[in-house]
């Protein structure tokens, strides 16, 4: 047979074998095409200066580059040790190593740029859409157009071109390194690791179990209060880190077949097909992929977890903005507020007004911390916070001698929790007004200039204000002390009355820098998280594909290893669908076992710091993470067809 | 009693354009608790014949009965109802699966036909101490000799009390100390329990177990030779002769 011939068939065998590496090849060079295409383009200029996100383009292009090139070159080895047994075969029969190399090379040429060219096609008419999808995640009311960009083609020909040769390359030192007789044998080492279970490995499940519960313990403590100043936060993170990768990869060194072990000792040795399928493989496998698995595992929670906190910050944005401005238009300045209601007036838009007095004075809320803080900024007798009276606040009666806490933000709830009850003293310059506590308000009543971003609001009565208003501490006080907030009526009028402030901003900028409007806030958040969001799905969804197709290759090796067993399985008289349902048991375990792993660990991460994102955490998370097992499960799908086939096969 | 009756079987190879066809008419009879081997040059289709025999193939005519079930009329989900309770099998390698203990490969049978576990244990722990595997019935297989894990697969063919029991080869990987252990074993259960075994192999010695060698050549049999009242050397010296006229290499 001649060369040429022996190329093509082999491709043609390949492309049946391998259509999934060729797709996730194919969608590699697509997303990276989009990507580079919309990075390119001349409109994203524009989104890009408005969020500031060149530079996170750029990292992020880097970051697509890596994870595909891990990918493709982890994929290749994998590939090219199955071929061991034929290139072993080519040896022997007198070619010599270069001229294997070379076949290899043509071959994958062939495969490798044939799909470069699909995908970029496939890129460039999905960068589009994704164009798309970003201006909709970032609030740019613009239609998507793009031009081709040669740069960008450029680019992804370099990328890919770049990623071959290093592929080439390794192939042609694992064919230099190996000998016929080791070529013969790759496939058979697994062999080696069933063997009983040693006492050093139940200590290494045990542990494992115990780093990973561990880990999520600390992380629940992380923000309550037991560490206080920030290098103690750091270093418990790093800790909580450390435990939790550590455990990971001892979990599936040792943990998985510790669990199945003990399962079987129960069996008394007598197992049925769906335990002989799922158990038995697992207990051995899972422990020679320990290191992948962690990394698969560890990279998912860090792309579940860093999407999820994205999103709750996105999803939270409407809240965060009425929390932090608290009307749908607040000022600080009284004449700023009038000709703002002028403006309003001559355009016919119905609004209400509130006017709240504020004086800043300093609290003694030692009684009703619920953890002693050090270190952090403050000090717990002396904390300086904005005090309203009971008469500016809607429906809010306080009695003398009595307070309120209001607006209390989420992130500092979850810093510094309060008793429910208890004394506080506000201390004036000259002399001190004790009051009772009564509990907290859900409602910001003045903007984020006077909370310092999310402190609480005092409410006292009006006569304890006044008492106040007297003997204030002038060094405290900020530069005004009003607050004038102004909501529109009908909700369809806020986009007008918001192009209206927007005009008048100069204005309001001469007499007092401390203005805003909920809805430029709200749309700010939006699109700086958009285009996280975007970033991070994005690389999260490439990493995602990358791992499950990884995962989807090391099944179809050990269908292939597994097929001797099927064949005994099959003559002692287990049908087809003995086997298949026995399959499907061990590849929930398979595919789920690490995603229910790394869920469980972005779960951890983002519960120990959501409240410095958001104000809403279960809604945006379950999101992502449905989102996430659904993608995934297709792989496991998809790996129970190929199953499928070798089982057919099999008698 | 006829346990296996075989009438014209045909087996035929290839497509179309390029038949090859290895069983040519076959007849066959098998009498309950018999031990019979087949012999026959390399190619003359002696695991051919086995796979049709025992359900794992399929024959392209003729018709083949087992305890009076017409098995080559049947559909594949009720084939495997009828090897889970009728059929046993050793085969040369590949016998047990690397993943479980000696036990556990046992076991698979009576788990599948749902033999209580109770039952499952009396009748492991009397074979399993007969065959003498009883002392490494935890490890796994890749922790036995070649004759401990034929032993193994030996005792769980017979675990299920199956009507008969193939063989292919089963010494094919084994010492002849080993092979001669494991075949002694083979016809001791074969007296004890009346099991029928019908085992193809290559090796004279272990023909001579049995109680009837049937010689395979182009597809028919060629001759048999019975035991009956000789002894074992004798018996081997007969089988020796006909092996002699019949040659190594199938044309
Ligand atoms: N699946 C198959 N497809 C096509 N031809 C086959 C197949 N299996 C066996 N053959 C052919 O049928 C003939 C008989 O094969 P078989 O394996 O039954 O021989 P055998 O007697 O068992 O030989 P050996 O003693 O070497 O094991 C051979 O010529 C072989 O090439
Ligand atoms: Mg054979």
């Known amino acids: 047979m001649s060369i040429q011939k022996l190329i093509l068939r082999n491709l043609r065998n390949n492309l049946k074998n391998y259509y999934l590496y060729v797709f996730a090849l194919i969608f590699s060079v697509a997303l990276y095409f989009a990507?580079?295409?919309?990075?390119?383009?001349?409109?994203?200029?524009?989104?890009?200066?408005?969020?500031?996100?060149?530079?996170?383009?750029?990292?992020?292009?880097?970051?697509?580059?890596?994870?595909?090139?891990?990918?493709?070159?982890?994929?290749?080895?994998?590939?090219?040790?199955?071929?061991?047994?034929e290139i072993g075969l080519f040896q022997l029969i007198g070619m010599t190593r270069n001229r294997i190399s070379?076949?290899?090379?043509?071959?994958?040429?062939?495969?490798?740029?044939?799909?470069?060219?699909?995908?970029?096609?496939?890129?460039?008419?999905?960068?589009?859409?994704?164009?798309?999808?970003?201006?909709?995640?970032?609030?740019?009311?613009?239609?998507?157009?793009?031009?081709?960009?040669?740069?960008?083609?450029?680019?992804?020909?370099?990328?890919?071109?770049?990623?071959?040769?290093?592929?080439?390359?390794?192939?042609?030192?694992?064919?230099?390194?190996?000998?016929?007789?080791?070529?013969?044998?790759?496939?058979?080492?697994?062999?080696?690791?069933?063997?009983?279970?040693?006492?050093?490995?139940?200590?290494?499940?045990?542990?494992?179990?115990?780093?990973?519960?561990?880990?999520?313990?600390?992380?629940?403590?992380l923000f309550g209060g037991d560490f206080t100043s920030i290098t103690e936060i750091f270093l418990a993170m790093v800790i909580i880190l450390g435990l939790v990768i550590l455990g990971t990869y001892l979990f599936y060194k040792g943990s998985v077949?510790?669990?199945?072990?003990?399962?079987?000792?129960?069996?008394?040795?007598?197992?049925?097909?769906?335990?002989?399928?799922?158990?038995?493989?697992?207990?051995?496998?899972?422990?020679?992929?320990?290191?992948?698995?962690?990394?698969?595992?560890?990279?998912?929670?860090?792309?579940?977890?860093?999407?999820?906190?994205?999103?709750?910050?996105?999803?939270?944005?409407?809240?965060?903005?009425?929390?932090?401005?608290?009307?749908?238009?607040?000022?600080?300045?009284?004449?700023?507020?009038?000709?703002?209601?002028?403006?309003?007036?001559?355009?016919?838009?119905?609004?209400?007004?509130?006017?709240?007095?504020?004086?800043?004075?300093?609290?003694?809320?030692?009684?009703?911390?619920?953890?002693?803080?050090?270190?952090l900024n403050f000090d717990p007798n002396k904390m300086t916070l904005p005090i309203v009276s009971d008469q500016d606040v809607k429906d809010v009666n306080v009695s003398p001698g009595e307070t309120y806490l209001a607006g209390y933000a989420n992130m500092l709830q979850n810093f510094m929790p309060l008793h429910d009850r208890g004394e506080v003293e506000i201390i004036g310059k000259e002399s001190q007004i004790p009051l009772k506590y009564q509990g907290m308000l859900d409602e910001p009543i003045i903007s984020s200039y006077f909370t310092n971003g999310g402190l609480p609001v005092v409410v006292v009565d009006e006569s304890d204000f006044k008492q106040l208003q007297e003997d204030r501490n002038e060094g405290i006080q900020k530069s005004?002390?009003?607050?004038?907030?102004?909501?529109?009526?009908?909700?369809?009028?806020?986009?007008?009355?918001?192009?209206?402030?927007?005009d008048m901003e100069e204005k309001f900028m001469e007499r007092s820098p401390h203005f805003a409007s909920q809805l430029n806030t709200s749309m700010n958040q939006k699109q700086n998280m958009g285009l996280s969001m975007f970033i991070v799905g994005f690389l999260g969804l490439t990493f995602l594909i990358t791992s499950g197709c990884i995962l989807y290759f090391k099944q179809m090796d050990q269908g292939e290893e597994e097929k001797p067993s099927y064949t005994i399985l099959r003559k002692l008289g287990f049908t087809r669908k003995d086997l298949l349902r026995g399959i499907k048991t061990k590849q929930l375990f398979n595919f789920g076992i690490p995603l229910v792993i790394g869920l469980l660990h972005s779960y951890f991460a983002v519960k120990s710091g959501w409240f410095l994102f958001g104000t809403e955490l279960w809604t945006p998370m379950l999101m992502v993470m449905g989102l996430y097992t659904v993608l995934y499960s297709i792989f496991g799908l998809l790996s129970v067809q190929y199953y499928k086939k070798v089982i057919k096969e099999a008698l | 009693?006829?346990?296996?009756?075989?009438?014209?079987?045909?087996?035929?190879?290839?497509?179309?354009?390029?038949?090859?066809?290895?069983?040519?008419?076959?007849?066959?009879?098998?009498?309950?608790?018999?031990?019979?081997?087949?012999?026959?040059?390399?190619?003359?289709?002696?695991?051919?014949?086995?796979?049709?025999?025992?359900?794992?193939?399929?024959?392209?005519?003729g018709t083949i009965n087992i305890e009076d079930h017409e098995i080559t009329a049947m559909k594949e989900k009720k084939l495997a109802e009828f090897r889970k309770h009728h059929l046993g099998f050793i085969f040369q390698e590949y016998n047990l699966l690397d993943t479980l203990t000696a036990k556990?490969?046992?076991?698979?049978?009576?788990?599948?036909?749902?033999?209580?576990?109770?039952?499952?244990?009396?009748?492991?722990?009397?074979?399993?101490?007969?065959?003498?595997?009883?002392?490494?019935?935890?490890?796994?297989?890749?922790?036995?000799?070649?004759?401990?894990?034929?032993?193994?697969?030996?005792?769980?063919?017979?675990?299920?009390?199956?009507?008969?029991?193939?063989?292919?080869?089963?010494?094919?990987?084994?010492?002849?100390?080993?092979?001669?252990?494991?075949?002694?074993?083979?016809?001791?259960?074969?007296?004890?329990?009346?099991?029928?075994?019908?085992?193809?192999?290559?090796?004279?010695?272990?023909?001579?177990?049995?109680?009837?060698?049937?010689?395979?050549?182009?597809?028919?049999?060629?001759?048999?030779?019975?035991?009956?009242?000789?002894?074992?050397?004798?018996?081997?010296?007969?089988?020796?002769?006909?092996?002699?006229?019949?040659?190594?290499?199938?044309?």
């Open chain 1, 35 to 85: 990507f580079v295409t919309l990075q390119f383009d001349p409109a994203m200029n524009e989104a890009e200066s408005s969020v500031k996100g060149a530079a996170f383009f750029r990292t992020a292009s880097i970051g697509l580059i890596v994870i595909v090139g891990v990918f493709l070159l982890y994929a290749n080895h994998i590939f090219i040790k199955r071929r061991s047994k």
């Open chain 1, 480 to 502: 005004s002390s009003i607050f004038i907030g102004v909501d529109i009526s009908n909700h369809g009028d806020i986009k007008q009355a918001n192009e209206i402030f927007n």
């Open chain 2, 1 to 61: 009693m006829t346990i296996l009756q075989a009438n014209k079987i045909h087996k035929t190879y290839g497509n179309k354009f390029n038949k090859h066809e290895v069983l040519k008419g076959l007849d066959l009879s098998i009498e309950r608790g018999e031990f019979v081997s087949i012999m026959g040059p390399s190619g003359s289709g002696k695991t051919t014949l086995l796979n049709v025999l025992s359900s794992i193939d399929r024959v392209t005519r």
């Open chain 2, 104 to 251: 556990e490969n046992i076991l698979l049978p009576l788990s599948i036909a749902n033999v209580s576990k109770k039952e499952a244990t009396i009748r492991f722990d009397r074979l399993a101490k007969e065959l003498g595997i009883y002392e490494v019935k935890d490890k796994y297989p890749n922790e036995l000799s070649g004759g401990q894990k034929q032993r193994t697969s030996a005792v769980r063919a017979f675990i299920h009390e199956p009507s008969i029991i193939f063989a292919d080869e089963p010494t094919g990987a084994l010492d002849s100390k080993s092979a001669s252990d494991l075949l002694d074993k083979l016809s001791d259960l074969n007296d004890k329990l009346s099991a029928t075994i019908v085992m193809v192999t290559h090796d004279m010695t272990a023909a001579s177990f049995s109680n009837r060698v049937i010689f395979i050549q182009d597809g028919q049999i060629y001759t048999q030779l019975t035991k009956g009242e000789q002894s074992r050397q004798d018996f081997y010296k007969d089988i020796m002769k006909t092996q002699g006229v019949l040659g190594g290499v199938q044309q």
């Open chain 1, 102 to 221: 070379c076949i290899l090379s043509v071959e994958n040429f062939i495969m490798y740029f044939g799909s470069t060219i699909i995908g970029t096609f496939l890129g460039f008419s999905a960068s589009k859409f994704i164009m798309m999808i970003l201006y909709k995640v970032t609030q740019v009311n613009e239609t998507a157009s793009l031009h081709f960009s040669w740069a960008a083609l450029i680019q992804t020909l370099i990328v890919f071109t770049l990623i071959y040769v290093l592929i080439m390359f390794t192939n042609y030192l694992y064919i230099r390194k190996q000998s016929i007789l080791s070529l013969f044998r790759v496939q058979s080492s697994t062999e080696n690791q069933v063997k009983k279970m040693s006492v050093f490995e139940m200590v290494i499940g045990v542990v494992g179990i115990l780093f990973i519960i561990s880990g999520y313990y600390l992380s629940s403590k």
């Open chain 1, 257 to 375: 077949s510790f669990i199945m072990n003990l399962i079987r000792k129960q069996k008394g040795g007598y197992l049925n097909i769906n335990e002989v399928l799922s158990l038995s493989s697992l207990m051995f496998r899972m422990k020679s992929n320990a290191l992948l698995l962690t990394i698969i595992t560890a990279v998912s929670a860090l792309a579940i977890g860093l999407l999820s906190l994205t999103y709750i910050t996105y999803y939270s944005a409407e809240k965060t903005a009425e929390n932090y401005v608290s009307s749908d238009f607040a000022l600080t300045n009284q004449d700023s507020g009038s000709q703002f209601k002028a403006a309003l007036d001559a355009e016919n838009i119905a609004y209400s007004e509130r006017t709240v007095d504020v004086i800043q004075a300093e609290l003694n809320v030692k009684d009703i911390l619920d953890v002693q803080l050090e270190g």
